[in-house]
């Protein structure tokens, strides 16, 4: 990570990003250790600060090791360099995991009584929250009314996993894994903070690639690794929504804050669940790269190649039913107002053909990219266009798949508020 600073004569220069990474007393403290990792492995210069309970958990030794830098609690260390108000100016993003319900409730009411929440009431940059508590602490009415207030002062307070806490408990307040938070950190830094504009939304999206068995061994499939659907459902998850993945074959992929998947393998599968929920969708999503071929018959065991009767040789496919333009003959019969886009992954003269898909499958908006040479497909960034129906195009620009999906909701939201004006 890296900022750009004017030097000398109006040449740009790369810096690295200062990353403040603040830590509170809790048992997920143990996690800003991979945090830090995330953040140096993509060269951004990283300070932790921890409060004092934070340490009872992991020790300024391991910090300092970690990130390379002095590792300080209180307002009083290093005071000639008045640590309390330049640690907070001379950050370009502030992450806070995990945060406490006791840190959230300090922060909202404007204290800096050490370190940590100093330099958060100093800086000017970006700062996400990532919390971390039992679920009584997290739902208690004092402890929502705090993260709505950070979110008010334009932090950006994330939503918390449902999972495995403390001992036994099992729920929401679980500490998102760190790869998720500093993804998430990353996007709001390059795209502005997450606001919950997508609350009372229900998002349905399908991710990934489709298989068509041949046999109980072999199958036809795709390099769809499913990254670019759960981004986007990442990111719509964090903006309020509630969000279904119907996910394929896909990479291994942490599950985004309180969405629900559907597990698929086949074509006809994700079919069946897309039309399933598709009812009570608000927006649709379909990410998906299915197979448009299945073999006309498949085998109860493995086929041998060679043998007298090699069925390999030669393999009749058939089609598979077209998913996206059957939700949107299901949604116009009903005439309900559901948001439909689809996705076109092309090779060649992508506009062309990705305008002439939108047409053919009568979709509100298509994103369009080219994965010529082996671009996209499993690889962490994207880019493209958002064609319209009303005939507009929206260049996507480069950057990680969660970036592009901040880009495709945000095109999808405008395109809600000229429907609701017209």
Request: charged share 25%; glycine share 10%.
């Amino acid at each position: 990570m890296s900022q750009t600073n004017e030097v000398g004569d109006g040449v740009a220069a790369q810096r690295p990003m200062n990353v403040v990474i603040g830590v509170a007393g809790g048992i997920a403290a143990y996690k800003a250790c991979h945090l830090v990792r995330e953040f140096t492995e993509s060269g951004a210069n990283v300070r932790l600060v921890p409060t004092e309970n934070a340490l009872e958990f992991v020790g300024a030794a391991t910090f300092e090791a970690l990130s390379g830098n002095p590792v300080d609690t209180g307002v009083f260390t290093r005071v000639d360099e008045v640590q309390h108000v330049r640690v907070g100016q001379e950050a370009d993003l502030i992450v806070v995991a995990p945060a406490t319900a006791d840190l959230m409730a300090r922060i909202a009411a404007g204290r800096a009584d050490d370190l940590l929440t100093s330099t958060i009431l100093v800086a000017m940059c970006p700062v996400v929250i990532a919390p971390a508590m039992h679920t009584e602490m997290w739902l208690k009415p004092a402890t929502q009314m705090n993260v709505d207030t950070l979110r008010t002062f334009g932090y950006t307070v994330l939503d918390p996993a449902h999972g495995r806490l403390t001992g036994k408990d099992t729920g929401p307040g679980r500490m998102l894994e760190p790869a998720q938070i500093a993804e998430l950190a990353r996007t709001v830094a390059a795209t502005g903070r997450i606001t919950r504009s997508l609350a009372g939304k229900r998002v349905l999206i399908s991710a990934g690639g489709t298989q068509e068995n041949i046999d109980p061994v072999r199958y036809i499939g795709n390099r769809s690794s499913g990254k670019q659907g759960f981004a986007l459902a990442e990111v719509a998850a964090q903006r309020g929504a509630e969000v279904t993945i119907v996910a394929g074959n896909t990479a291994e992929l942490n599950t985004p804050a309180g969405a629900e998947i559907v597990r698929v393998r086949s074509t006809r599968e994700m079919e069946a669940a897309m039309q399933e929920r598709a009812d009570d969708a608000d927006l649709i999503i379909m990410t998906a790269a299915v197979a448009d071929y299945r073999p006309e018959h498949e085998a109860d065991s493995k086929l041998k190649k060679g043998s007298a009767d090699d069925a390999l040789s030669t393999i009749r496919l058939v089609e598979n039913p077209d998913i996206l333009k059957g939700l949107v003959d299901k949604r116009n019969a009903s005439g309900a107002d559901t948001v439909i886009v689809g996705f076109a992954a092309e090779t060649d003269n992508p506009l062309e053909y990705g305008r002439a898909k939108l047409e053919r499958k009568g979709a509100d908006l298509l994103m369009v990219n080219s994965v010529a040479g082996g671009k996209v497909f499993g690889e962490e960034r994207n880019s493209g266009w958002i064609l319209g129906a009303d005939g507009s195009e929206t260049p996507v620009q480069d950057g990680s798949k969660q970036v592009v999906a901040v880009q495709i909701l945000d095109a999808v939201e405008r395109y809600w508020d000229s429907t609701l004006q017209s």
